[in-house]
């Protein structure tokens, strides 16, 4: 399984971005998906999760529902976290994580559990000034 992130750039709070995750290795039938991220000096924070084996779900932490929104090209065998109306707190690098999903609760269970994730990628740089 190899995970490419792209899309990072420095934006103006209130600005938006859409980061991308470009899976190979992997059937998005098989694996769930999570975005994560890590702020300077601080540990990494679960962001929001897909998953469709079994049972299709989405989960977002608190700070990103209704401002971040998961998506999968399955043509593309991408996924996309599309970030509207971002804050300063929002600066980090970005990760997308995989991992076979054991159960439809995973997303619920896992999202911020970086130890669950077995696949990572390299990391997006987002930076929002003020």
């Known amino acids: 399984v190899q995970l490419v992130e792209s899309g990072g750039h420095s934006v103006q709070a209130g600005g938006s971005l859409r980061l991308s995750c470009a899976a190979s290795?992997?059937?998005?039938?098989?694996?769930?998906i999570a975005w994560f991220r890590q702020a300077p000096g601080k540990g990494r924070e679960g962001v929001s999760c897909f998953s469709s084996t079994s049972r299709p779900t989405t989960f977002y932490a608190d700070f990103a529902e209704g401002r971040f929104t998961i998506s999968t090209d399955t043509a593309r065998n991408t996924v996309y976290l599309q970030m509207d109306n971002l804050k300063s707190e929002d600066t980090a690098v970005y990760y997308c994580a995989a991992e076979p999903p054991k159960s439809w609760l995973a997303c619920q269970n896992y999202y911020n559990d970086d130890r669950f994730w077995g696949s990572w990628g390299q990391g997006t740089q987002v930076t929002v000034s003020a």
């Open positions: 290795g992997l059937d998005f039938d098989d694996y769930a």
